[in-house]
């Protein structure tokens, strides 16, 4: 009977993750979520203090060799020479203030851009959006940074928005796009779906008359349903396929 080592078990593990890692930008790239210039990251599943994004590539074309380690701060581990997305520190801020959350996308989901520059709550109306969580924040560089490129490019923008977020699993940035943070990658792709879903259906509801959202109670009990073990892998199969896996 052959023996496993440490060293070979760690690597398989590692080995999983940036597989998975790899579905998850081709899943969100193939449901709309994530377009050229979005992404996703996973921690580190054997170190807490690093996390594997990939380099600044559009996200439907993202291969396992794309895939870089980096520090909370944002810095490569290695000498790798390609360049990286220039807000990997939404990614390495949240992972800091964050130590339950295991996995952050950005996008910037067409239905969902509109509540970032309007009173309008994005609050889930459905139970599959519900994992969204009761609240979705907006964040506004303005009120801290002033006019700038808008992009989260520094440590500083990332710590700020990683406040507004809380404790919660979405925040909007306004007039940029949304972040959506959770437990693992197919959580986060699960949520970052709904958030979508949920903005396009509240838009479509709102030209039939008032909106009558979940109740928070509802929205508790169902989205620790669907974030179990059994709904997220039954998801996770679906997109897998659509997305021209298997067997993953």
Same mark, same amino acid.
């Given at each position: 009977? &052959? /023996?496993?080592?440490?060293?070979? =078990?760690?690597? !398989?593990?590692?080995?999983?993750?940036?597989?998975? @890692?790899?579905?998850?930008?081709?899943? @969100?790239?193939?449901?709309?979520?994530?377009? *050229?210039? +979005? %992404?996703?990251? $996973?921690?580190?599943? #054997?170190? !807490?203090?690093?996390?594997? @994004?990939?380099? /600044?590539? /559009?996200?439907?074309?993202?291969? =396992?060799?794309?895939?870089?380690?980096?520090? #909370?701060? +944002?810095?490569?581990?290695?000498?790798?020479?390609?360049?990286?997305?220039?807000?990997?520190?939404?990614? +390495?801020?949240?992972?800091? !203030?964050?130590?339950? &959350?295991?996995?952050?996308?950005? %996008?910037?989901?067409?239905?969902?851009?509109?509540?970032?520059?309007?009173?309008?709550?994005?609050?889930?109306?459905? %139970?599959?959006?519900? $994992?969204?969580?009761? *609240?979705?924040? &907006?964040?506004? /560089?303005?009120?801290?940074?002033?006019?700038? *490129?808008?992009?989260?490019?520094?440590?500083?923008?990332?710590?700020?928005?990683?406040?507004?977020l809380g404790g919660g699993r979405a925040a909007l940035l306004r007039g940029h796009g949304a972040i959506c943070v959770a437990q693992d990658l197919r959580a &986060?792709?699960?949520?970052?779906?709904? #958030?979508?879903? *949920?903005?396009?259906?509240?838009?479509?509801t709102l030209a039939l008359g008032p909106v009558k959202y979940l109740s928070d109670g509802e929205i508790e009990k169902t989205s620790a349903m669907l974030l179990?073990?059994?709904?997220?892998?039954?998801?996770?199969?679906?997109?897998?396929?659509?997305?021209?896996?298997? +067997?993953?």
């Open positions: 009977m &052959v /023996s496993v080592t440490q060293t070979e =078990r760690d690597r !398989d593990i590692i080995h999983a993750t940036l597989t998975q @890692l790899v579905v998850a930008n081709r899943i @969100l790239a193939r449901e709309g979520i994530i377009d *050229n210039f +979005g %992404h996703v990251s $996973v921690r580190h599943p #054997l170190r !807490d203090d690093r996390y594997f @994004l990939s380099r /600044s590539r /559009s996200p439907e074309i993202v291969s =396992r060799d794309d895939i870089m380690e980096f520090t #909370l701060d +944002g810095e490569k581990v290695s000498d790798d020479p390609r360049s990286p997305y220039a807000e990997r520190h939404i990614h +390495g801020a949240i992972y800091k !203030d964050r130590p339950d &959350v295991n996995a952050v996308a950005h %996008h910037h989901a067409r239905p969902v851009l509109p509540f970032t520059m309007v009173n309008q709550p994005l609050k889930p109306i459905f %139970h599959m959006a519900s $994992v969204i969580g009761t *609240n979705v924040p &907006v964040w506004d /560089s303005q009120d801290e940074f002033g006019d700038t *490129n808008m992009l989260v490019d520094s440590m500083e923008m990332g710590h700020s928005l990683a406040r507004a &986060v792709v699960m949520i970052s779906i709904g #958030l979508r879903d *949920n903005a396009a259906l509240i838009q479509s179990g073990e059994m709904p997220l892998r039954r998801a996770w199969d679906y997109w897998v396929a659509r997305a021209g896996y298997s +067997g993953l």
